[in-house]
């Protein structure tokens, strides 16, 4: 992985990490909208414009890639580099985890 991805994409935004999370099986945006919805219980709900520029950035800087078309949706899976992207985070997320705990 570059130090131009690494330093972009760690830390992650929600965004990112969801958008990743989801990719994990091909799904199109509004799959993704819904399934973060549905993971956050509606505490974030991704907007169009952010979803959208973000996958767009997401296939330009490699972490995602187009599968195929159906019924008009553009359907993106998680890249090797994208999961790799992502289990950085998850990482970074688990040790800040179990830092918080360590100091109750």
């Known amino acids: 992985m570059d130090a ?3 330093k972009v994409y760690v830390p992650m935004t929600e965004t990112g990490f969801y958008i990743l999370l989801c990719l994990k099986e091909p799904n199109h945006g509004y ?3 819904q399934m ?3 993971m956050t219980e509606g505490d974030i709900v991704l ?4 979803m959208y520029g973000s996958l767009s950035k997401m296939e ?6 187009f599968v195929r078309e159906e019924e008009k949706r ?3 899976s998680i890249t090797e580099l994208g999961s790799e992207v992502l289990n950085l985070e998850m990482k970074r997320i688990e040790r800040l985890y179990r830092n ?3 100091m109750r």
Do not use: F, S
């Open 31 to 33: 799959g993704i909208v």
């Open 100 to 102: 918080m705990k360590e």
């Open 60 to 65: 330009k800087d490699g972490l995602i890639r």
């Open 4 to 6: 131009h991805i690494k």
């Open 74 to 76: 553009k359907i993106y």
């Open 47 to 50: 907007a169009p414009g952010t």
């Open 36 to 38: 973060v919805k549905e």
